[in-house]
């Protein structure tokens, strides 16, 4: 079993910064792409970005390429996404996920195996 727990959300003004984390425990999760997704009122759940298991490949949503940026530490078994330029549609709560397919870097939230419980961003106008 893995167990994935994000930190780092909050309240912060349009243009702002943040830096959310992942830490991940029950198994070494260097094998494998690391996603962040999120999740509006209302709203299905959305990717924003991955990364591939040795950090050199990542993939970003249009609405958050060039804002934001996904990385990992696999010696330290965690992820991270730091945001800027924040906007107020970016208000949601943000999930880090797994996923044990080899050689995998899927935009699909179905596809992920494991899932934290989130963390709430909220962009202020």
């Known amino acids: 079993q893995v167990q994935l727990v994000e930190s780092g959300g909050g309240l912060v003004q349009a243009g702002g910064s943040l830096r959310l984390s992942c830490a991940a425990s029950?198994?070494?999760?260097?094998?494998?792409?690391m996603g962040w997704f999120r999740q509006a009122p209302g709203q299905e759940r959305e990717f924003v970005a991955v990364?591939?298991?040795?950090?050199?490949?990542?993939y970003y949503a249009d609405s958050v390429k060039g804002r934001f940026t996904i990385s990992r530490d696999n010696g330290k078994n965690a992820v991270y996404l730091q945001m800027n330029s924040l906007r107020p549609e970016d208000t949601a709560v943000y999930y880090c996920?797994?996923?044990?397919?080899?050689?995998?870097?899927?935009?699909?939230?179905?596809?992920?195996?494991?899932w934290g419980q989130g963390t709430q961003v909220t962009v202020s106008s």
């Open positions: 990364v591939n298991w040795a950090g050199r490949s990542t």
């Open positions: 996920a797994a996923d044990m397919t080899p050689w995998a870097m899927s935009t699909i939230p179905q596809e992920y195996d494991y």
């Open positions: 029950g198994r070494t999760l260097s094998s494998y792409a």
